[in-house]
């Protein structure tokens, strides 16, 4: 059984604000990002690391503190929930995700109101190529592109 790396990045797309470096290994998909959606900047929301090993379930949770996760958001606080598995599969392994958010929104009444987002995706794996596993359209102006990248631990 193949052991990865797993690095799920959480990417903010947005039209306006500053462009934040994002680590080099996402050149190819900001490349790809620039050319398929009408977003000028692109920032690093978050980055988690993780071990899958194929033939095997993975869960990663928490509560995360970000001022500057999402400019819509009405509090700096919100929660997530990433699952999936990792299969064999000829011609290459296949790698099955969800995410899933409670983001804090301001409604029109002032209150503070929880919206769940949520995606899924399955794809083939192609080590070390960072794979773009879904995008979401947040608020205004700002998406959430969600980029998977694994790499093989050498036996």
Excluded: C, H
């Amino acid at each position: 059984r193949a052991e990865f790396d797993m690095e799920i990045y959480l990417i903010i797309g947005s039209k306006t604000g500053g462009e934040m470096r994002l680590p080099s290994e996402l050149n190819p998909v900001l490349r790809r990002l620039r050319a398929a959606l009408p977003l000028s900047n692109y920032r690093l929301g978050m980055k988690l690391l993780g071990k899958i090993t194929s033939g095997s379930n993975f869960q990663l949770s928490g509560v995360r503190y970000s001022a500057d996760f999402l400019q819509g958001l009405a509090e700096d606080k919100f929660s997530y929930l990433i699952r999936g598995s990792l299969k064999d599969a000829a011609p290459a392994p296949i790698l099955t995700t969800e995410l899933a958010m409670r983001l804090p929104f301001r409604a029109p009444n002032m209150n503070v109101v929880s919206e769940s987002v949520s995606m899924s995706s399955s794809f083939f794996v192609r080590e070390g190529e960072p794979i773009i596993a879904g995008s979401l359209d947040l608020t205004a102006g700002e998406s959430l592109i969600w980029v998977i990248n694994l790499r093989r631990v050498a036996p």
